[in-house]
């Protein structure tokens, strides 16, 4: 019984990963909404809420500590596979590094000059659409003129400050 | 205990990363974590392996913990230092300013110019007579990118005014 569990679990699950990828190839990425971000996140942020749930839940049932072992084993694999593919989503949408990287790959040999030129008005565009959506988040707010992290804003800073210790990169940006 | 075990390891990782940081190497951070990562992973499968077996849910799930966590480690980090959200939060960190202000700190030229250096180093681009031009690597990368862009369906046009 608990054989079958087990593989039950890995079995199902696997399933469940080639339809919810199966899904967005056949039926989502030719409509035009699945190429929102919020789309994309909230497709894969519910589908793992739910399995997650799903497969706990059938663990618990299986009465067998490998089953639970298992089940948490294939939440971590979910969390493996929607961060690669919102990863790989969000550079292949709007990487400034990956539309540097086409313009350049478009124009041969480009003067670095002209690339600073043309790029920097997307970068300013970026930048005030960040800060928007920063504050949109509670990240940010605006007093009068000036621009102020909030207690999340400043916990989220302290966390970035903690990575770029680990990190030692130098300037950032 | 393979739980502990993983996450374990994985700070591990991260303090090893931390030191080679710091170290004089011929790699980007990003190597430089995946160098750590290889070393301390393949350390914790062996270690995994050896008390649970090859085939045993413990050992398929702290391998998978520890994968998570480097990967979500990774993609934490490089936002850190490149995503133009992250440099916004750290800038106000210890100051107010107004959006003039953090326009002339955060200039678009000097974000391209940071970007450019980035490609150079990791060998993506190649400069020579001020002129930029991408490298076997970047042509392969960027070739790639076209491909995944096409497959998702971000034509180039919409990719350059996107509105992340």
Avoid at chain 1, 42 to 62: N, P
Avoid at chain 2, 77 to 99: D, F, G, K
Wanted: glycine share 8%.
């Amino acid at each position: 019984m608990t054989v079958y569990c087990v593989s039950g679990l890995i079995g199902v699950s696997t399933l469940y990963f080639c339809l919810h990828f199966g899904i967005y190839v056949f039926a989502l990425r030719t409509l035009s909404a699945s190429r929102s971000e919020r789309f994309i996140l909230l497709y894969h942020l519910v589908a793992a809420v739910v399995f997650s749930t799903l497969v706990l839940v059938a663990a618990t049932a299986c009465t067998e500590p490998s089953a639970l072992t298992t089940a948490v084993g294939l939440v971590f694999a979910h969390g493996i596979y929607s961060m690669s593919f919102l990863e790989l989503w969000s550079l292949a949408q709007g990487s400034y590094s990956i539309t540097l990287l086409l313009r350049v790959m478009r124009g041969g040999s480009v003067p670095t000059s002209q690339l600073r030129e043309e790029l920097a008005a997307i970068g300013e565009r970026k930048k005030r659409n960040r800060i928007a959506a920063l504050a949109g988040l509670g990240l940010l707010g605006r007093h009068g003129d000036e621009l102020k992290l909030t207690a999340p804003g400043r916990l989220v800073s302290q966390g970035l400050k903690c990575l770029l210790w680990i990190t030692n990169p130098g300037e950032t940006g | 205990m393979w739980f502990v075990t993983s996450v374990g390891f994985w700070l591990l990782a991260v303090a090893a990363h931390a030191v080679l940081c710091r170290l004089r190497l011929p790699f980007t951070a990003v190597g430089r974590f995946l160098l750590a990562n290889l070393a301390i992973g393949t350390a914790l499968a062996w270690l995994v392996c050896r008390s649970y077996g090859i085939w045993s849910a413990p050992t398929f799930s702290a391998l998978l913990v520890f994968g998570f966590l480097s990967e979500l480690y990774l993609f934490l980090s490089t936002l850190a230092v490149a995503s133009i959200s992250a440099t916004v939060l750290l800038t106000l960190r210890n100051r107010s300013l107004s959006e003039e202000q953090l326009s002339v700190l955060l200039n678009g030229q000097r974000m391209v110019s940071l970007r450019v250096e980035r490609l150079l180093a990791a060998g993506l681009l190649s400069e020579s007579a001020s002129q930029v031009r991408l490298t076997a690597a970047g042509t392969i990368l960027g070739t790639r990118f076209l491909r995944l862009k096409a497959f998702l369906g971000h034509t180039t046009a919409a990719h350059d005014h996107a509105e992340p």
